[in-house]
């Protein structure tokens, strides 16, 4: 199976991460209690709390030793069991034909982060090491994938061939600095063109006239699937993540939230997962959308990947929307509204079209409200779908962008 590829609803649940509903359905523990498990190394240790943290440290390492206390260290494994997810649906970043390239970027960002606690010098592990070491299963006897405690390393087994040894699978930052600053090039508008907003960017497109603009998107059930899945972990009534983000803190929606920056780029340091200090709805629809179609201009902003899809990146297209315009829904369309201000011009937000039950086109987006929940992923809202086929345009509001892959008027 093909990294990208999910064919059921539980497989892709339990993609990296163990959802509450999950959780619930499992009678039993498939792992029998196991709590050791072999892991491949796949970045460099760095301190993430603890003395190893300190300034002081850095300069005498003694210090660790004498303190007594645990550093805590950050690394990400992937974890070489059968039943766990890493090795079923993910390739390995530090095979040598993918490692440091874009593929590796989100398959390597995907991988667990393993927390390791040690008393004194960091640990000797380095990037294609294999450690044993036990893994704390937390509630349930169960494992999330995203943060993985390790409590302790029985073995570690050194890379042989030192000509092989890699130091570093993958950088998150240096691949995706075009999709963050919207440097696209080649499409239907001026190439070099940058309108800086929304706003601008509309006004550079076509409306489509004289006839249905209509597309194409070969993976919808693909599409459905993700959102389906990540509206199901964020909104169960009772177990969801914005349920238990609102109860005990936004530290257990942070595994999630990972998955989603790490498919525009974005390494855990380069967030917070208060969705206040750094909205995340366009990487939402960045990892719903990719996933399903690795040619989308995927973006930590709604306006620069809607410039890609302007410019043609991924045979995507941008439309300027109009009350006279007939569209044929489909699957995969995102729409894009407007919310820049002085300080961001370029803010705005965007949902994509999930599902299509009868003469309704319903709406997935991230960093929501819905359902009286605040900032998770939900439901943003249904288009109605006239008799005619077409989307029922009275009910567009204020969305003024729609993006739609292969679009095309046909007379």
């Avoid at 766990?84 to 390597?108: K, R, W, Y």
């Avoid at 667990?112 to 040690?118: C, P, T, V």
């Avoid at 440097?183 to 239907?188: A, E, L, M, Q, T």
């Amino acid at each position: 199976m093909s990294s990208n590829t999910i064919t059921t609803k539980k497989e892709s649940a339990e993609w990296l991460f163990v959802s509450p509903s999950l959780q619930k359905e499992q009678e039993t523990n498939i792992f029998q209690n196991k709590t050791t498990f072999k892991i491949k190394v796949l970045t460099p240790l760095v301190a993430y709390s603890g003395p190893a943290t300190s300034e002081a440290a850095k300069d005498d390492p003694e210090i660790l030793s004498n303190s007594g206390v645990d550093s805590v260290y950050l690394f990400k494994g992937r974890i070489m069991d059968n039943r766990m997810a890493h090795v079923s649906f993910l390739e390995d970043p530090c095979d040598t034909s993918i490692a440091n390239s874009p593929q590796a970027e989100v398959v390597g960002a995907l991988h667990s982060n393993i927390l390791l606690s040690n008393v004194g010098e960091m640990p000797n592990i380095s990037v294609g090491d294999i450690v044993y070491g036990e893994l704390d299963t937390g509630n349930s006897n169960l494992y999330n994938l995203q943060y993985v405690n390790m409590t302790s390393v029985s073995d570690v087994f050194k890379v042989e061939d030192v000509s092989k040894k890699l130091e570093s699978c993958y950088d998150l930052k240096s691949k995706f600095e075009s999709n963050w600053v919207g440097k696209i090039v080649g499409g239907p508008i001026d190439p070099t063109a940058d309108p800086g907003s929304i706003t601008g960017l509309a006004k550079e497109l076509a409306v489509p006239t004289g006839g249905i603009l209509e597309g194409s998107f070969s993976n919808p059930e693909q599409l459905t699937l993700l959102a389906e899945t990540e509206i199901g972990i964020w909104t169960t009534e009772g177990e969801g993540l914005a349920t238990i983000r609102a109860q005990k803190g936004d530290e257990y929606a942070r595994g999630l939230l990972s998955k989603y920056w790490a498919t525009v780029g974005w390494a855990d340091n380069q967030w917070v997962p208060d969705g206040a200090a750094t909205p995340w709805s366009a990487a939402f629809i960045s990892y719903v959308v990719y996933f399903a179609d690795n040619s989308f201009p995927r973006s930590a902003g709604h306006y620069y990947y809607a410039l890609g899809a302007a410019k043609g990146q991924g045979d995507w297209t941008a439309w300027r929307l109009s009350r006279s315009a007939k569209i044929r829904p489909q699957i995969g369309d995102i729409f894009v509204r407007s919310r820049e201000d002085k300080k961001n011009p370029t803010a705005g937000h965007g949902d994509v079209v999930y599902r299509i039950e009868g003469d309704k086109a319903f709406l997935a987006g991230g960093n929501i409200n819905a359902r009286g929940l605040v900032s998770t992923a939900g439901i943003a809202g249904e288009f109605r779908i006239k008799q005619d086929g077409t989307y029922d345009t009275s009910q567009f509001g204020t969305y003024i962008i729609i993006l739609k892959k292969h679009g095309n008027v046909l007379g």
